[in-house]
């Protein structure tokens, strides 16, 4: 601090004062001139209520779950939109007193700073405010209840709008599931009617006819071997005896002779003919037969062989009938057994189409319980019993204008004309290259002086620096009525909107003075 010179930056000061007063008295005309010619601006508010919901959710379930917030902002977006606004400009004629309109995009970015949206904490219900500023409180009035008009209708129509979507969604969604459904449906009795026989409801029913045909084949063999064995039975008994089962009861000598041929025939399917049992039974067979031949011969005489022949024929036709009804069988067991190896791939593919027709069933079902709380949603919705806004407060002529920034722009003035005047006396003082102290002779020596007398002027060269000094400030005075002149021309021409009119262009541009080095 002790080798700042206060003494000499305070009498700089005191030299270049004039210029600071000029240019700060410069500065605050234009800024009060400014502030004095801004135009008043009324701003009207209208309050709009949202209601809840009359029904409760748990009764019926809203198809509009936006939140009031969320709807205002959508709206908001909507109203605020280009085309919006400008139709709404013209409708009400808001820049209709204006000589020459302004553009479409003035109109739009004029529009969007006037309105404003605000919620309002009010400790209960939520209420928003909508607000418009203008110049005359009739416009400002008008405009905002045309919005909160806006509003409210944008909103019901929004609320029911999204209603009727939904609902029209599930309608979709329902008849292209019921064509489905019933495509699916044809597809399934089409395939059933044509795999009738390898579906898998039927298998048990065809393992047990297979079974019980089995059994029944079974039961024919056995038949069969016993007629066949009867048959032999009948022709060996004839050739040995001469008589037949139902010629009446055999002697001791017949029946021991069919003992021995049975035998024989079961000894011939174990031993060949050379063995010794079968040479034995042979042997014994033909001495029965010699001492029978004479009783036969007495019998012959006595009946005839045709019973025999009708129980032959009787035995050879149930033998026939038994061989068709066994290929019949055979010919069962086959398509059965096909039948059932076949069921498995069956059973898959049906699987397939009862699946499909499940999902598309469950779907459909979803799909109808939605659409029917849909058409109730829409209901309720059409009734505004879902929750809706309300006017809650028209807008009303405001009685006073806004406050406005007149102050600040006439501080604004103030201060800026301090800051450009220090600004100037700074730059002068760097653009001032003399000599006018001590230290500064001795900087540009590089060497102490013995001594350093000071300029001292003649009575007629303070007399011509007063007179100059004097007549720069009287014009930097003489320069505040053009200057006003010029902003409230300036004004004139832009005063289409209060942002437009409080810009900084409105407040003029700065003004370069010339000054000679001479004034200096």
Known sequence: MGDIDVRFYVSILLRRLPYLVAITAVSTVLGITVALLMPRVYQSTAKILVEPPQIPAEMVQSTVPTSSLEQLQIIQQQITTRDNLIELAGKLDVYGGQEEKPSADNIVKDMRSRITFDELQMGGPTVFSVSFQADTPVLSTTVANELAALILRNSQRQRTDRADDTLQLFDDQVSRLAAELDMIEADLLKFKTANKDTLPESLEFRRTQQTSQQERLMALEREESDLRTRRSALVETYLATGQYSNAGPLTAEQQMLMDLNRALAEQLAIFSENSPNIVALRARIAALRTEQEPQDERAANKKTPSGLDLQLADVDRRLKSIEGERALITKSIADLTQSINATPATEASLNALTRNQANLQMQYNTAIAKRAEASLGKQVEVRADGGRFSLLES????????????RLIAAAGVMGGLGLG?????????????????????????????????????????RAFQLRRGATAAMLLLMVPPQSLVAIHHHASLAPSIENVASPNSLGAKQHLPISRDQL
């Open 395 to 406: 807008a009303t002529p405001p009685e006073k204008p806004m406050q406005s920034r007149r």
């Open 422 to 462: 220090f600004g100037l006396v700074v730059l002068l003082e760097m653009l001032n290259r003399t000599i006018r102290r001590p230290t500064e002779l001795v900087q540009l020596l590089q060497n102490q002086p013995l001594a350093v007398i000071p300029y001292i002027a003649a009575p007629n060269e303070r």
